[in-house]
């Protein structure tokens, strides 16, 4: 019998018992479409809710076979409800989406046409977007791709297929503060993208929030970024050579001029030049934290895509 790739769906969800059904209504069509070509199943992720949702994936996890769904003890938050997905993940290919139908369950049969022409990793590049606040989403992208490094550019959230090489590889992040399209990018090849316009929440208000997305934008920038900290450096490197150079007006206006201000010149010059040099410290100090900062997320130093002629270290079976 011919082997058809199965798709487990990865569901993070905290109250979204109004949602859930309606999802499950266009997953479910969805899996219709795709049915000579791939087998869907559903994999919830409760992150420790208390309006029922608990209750009802309990009830369709009974008579559903499709349907596997894990139980955090309490809320963890988004990121980690999706960090355990992947670890409990067993299929082909991942597809990861919020169960509020932010993201259109639609577009997993475009997304799942890429996988087929060889993509390993394909994400949803958000086009229009209909939430509040977009003005700041906009703000943060430039500002992250201005300063990033290793980010593609490409504006996506957490909707994507992943392939299980890239899952694989993904497991192997084990940092504390994740920013997922960083590590997504980190873990894969090139990644194709499909522009899709990301609709209003279905039922209910945002459970993230906007402190919550904040702080996310802070670990996206700092955990991919030591620019901010580079740029103390040589702000304080600045500082310090212009109080030299004042410095040296200062002197000339002292000796050659009448219009000198007695005391004035060596005191903004040596404040001008302490605080230079204090910049350039913390700047200097903030380097070695950065790195220190690189060391303990521990990164893998490289990861392989495929091996040629020779078993493959980090994965069971050889590409
Ligand atoms: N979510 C979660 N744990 C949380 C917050 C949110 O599992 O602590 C889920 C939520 O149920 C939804 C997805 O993560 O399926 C995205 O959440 P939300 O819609 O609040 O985020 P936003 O779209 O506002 O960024
Ligand atoms: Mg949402």
């Given at each position: 019998m011919k082997h058809i790739p199965h798709i487990e769906i990865i569901l993070p969800v905290f109250n979204e018992v109004e949602n859930i059904q309606p999802l499950l209504r266009e997953l479910d069509r969805v899996g219709l479409e795709l049915k000579d070509e791939a087998k869907l199943t559903y994999l919830f992720?409760?992150?420790?809710?208390?309006?029922g949702t608990k209750e009802l994936l309990h009830r369709l996890h009974r008579d559903r076979s499709d349907i596997r769904m894990i139980d955090l003890i309490h809320n963890f938050g988004h990121a980690p409800a999706i960090a355990c997905g992947l670890e409990y993940f067993d299929a082909d290919i991942a597809a990861l989406m919020d169960?509020?139908?932010?993201?259109?369950?639609?577009?997993l049969v475009q997304m799942f046409q890429a996988w087929k022409q060889g993509a390993k990793t394909v994400v949803?590049?958000?086009?229009?977007?209909?939430?509040?606040?977009r003005m700041l989403f906009h703000a943060f992208y430039f500002l992250l791709h201005k300063t990033a490094t290793h980010l593609p550019s490409i504006d996506f959230g957490t909707h994507c297929l992943l392939d299980r090489s890239v899952v694989d590889r993904l497991r192997r992040?084990?940092?504390?503060?994740?920013y997922f399209p960083g590590l997504v990018s980190y873990s894969s090849g090139p990644i194709a993208s499909i522009r899709i316009d990301r609709n209003a929440r279905?039922?209910?208000?945002?459970?993230?929030?906007l402190l919550g997305l904040l702080s996310l934008a802070i670990t996206a920038l700092v955990s991919f970024s030591s620019r901010p900290v580079r740029l103390v450096a040589i702000m304080g490197l600045l500082a310090s050579i212009c109080s030299i150079t004042a410095a040296v007006v200062f002197v000339s206006i002292k000796i050659f001029t009448e219009k000198a201000i007695p005391g004035w010149a060596s005191l903004m010059t040596s404040m001008a030049f302490a605080s230079g040099i204090q910049l350039l410290c913390l700047g200097i100090i903030g380097e070695y934290i950065a790195r220190i900062y690189d060391e303990v997320k521990?990164?893998?130093?490289f990861l392989v895509d495929r091996v040629f002629n020779l078993k493959d270290k980090t994965r069971s079976e050889v590409a």
């Amino acid at each position: 019998m011919k082997h058809i790739p199965h798709i487990e769906i990865i569901l993070p969800v905290f109250n979204e018992v109004e949602n859930i059904q309606p999802l499950l209504r266009e997953l479910d069509r969805v899996g219709l479409e795709l049915k000579d070509e791939a087998k869907l199943t559903y994999l919830f992720i409760n992150d420790g809710s208390a309006d029922g949702t608990k209750e009802l994936l309990h009830r369709l996890h009974r008579d559903r076979s499709d349907i596997r769904m894990i139980d955090l003890i309490h809320n963890f938050g988004h990121a980690p409800a999706i960090a355990c997905g992947l670890e409990y993940f067993d299929a082909d290919i991942a597809a990861l989406m919020d169960a509020d139908l932010q993201d259109s369950p639609q577009s997993l049969v475009q997304m799942f046409q890429a996988w087929k022409q060889g993509a390993k990793t394909v994400v949803a590049q958000r086009g229009k977007r209909s939430e509040k606040g977009r003005m700041l989403f906009h703000a943060f992208y430039f500002l992250l791709h201005k300063t990033a490094t290793h980010l593609p550019s490409i504006d996506f959230g957490t909707h994507c297929l992943l392939d299980r090489s890239v899952v694989d590889r993904l497991r192997r992040l084990p940092e504390r503060n994740r920013y997922f399209p960083g590590l997504v990018s980190y873990s894969s090849g090139p990644i194709a993208s499909i522009r899709i316009d990301r609709n209003a929440r279905f039922h209910g208000h945002s459970r993230v929030g906007l402190l919550g997305l904040l702080s996310l934008a802070i670990t996206a920038l700092v955990s991919f970024s030591s620019r901010p900290v580079r740029l103390v450096a040589i702000m304080g490197l600045l500082a310090s050579i212009c109080s030299i150079t004042a410095a040296v007006v200062f002197v000339s206006i002292k000796i050659f001029t009448e219009k000198a201000i007695p005391g004035w010149a060596s005191l903004m010059t040596s404040m001008a030049f302490a605080s230079g040099i204090q910049l350039l410290c913390l700047g200097i100090i903030g380097e070695y934290i950065a790195r220190i900062y690189d060391e303990v997320k521990q990164r893998p130093l490289f990861l392989v895509d495929r091996v040629f002629n020779l078993k493959d270290k980090t994965r069971s079976e050889v590409a």
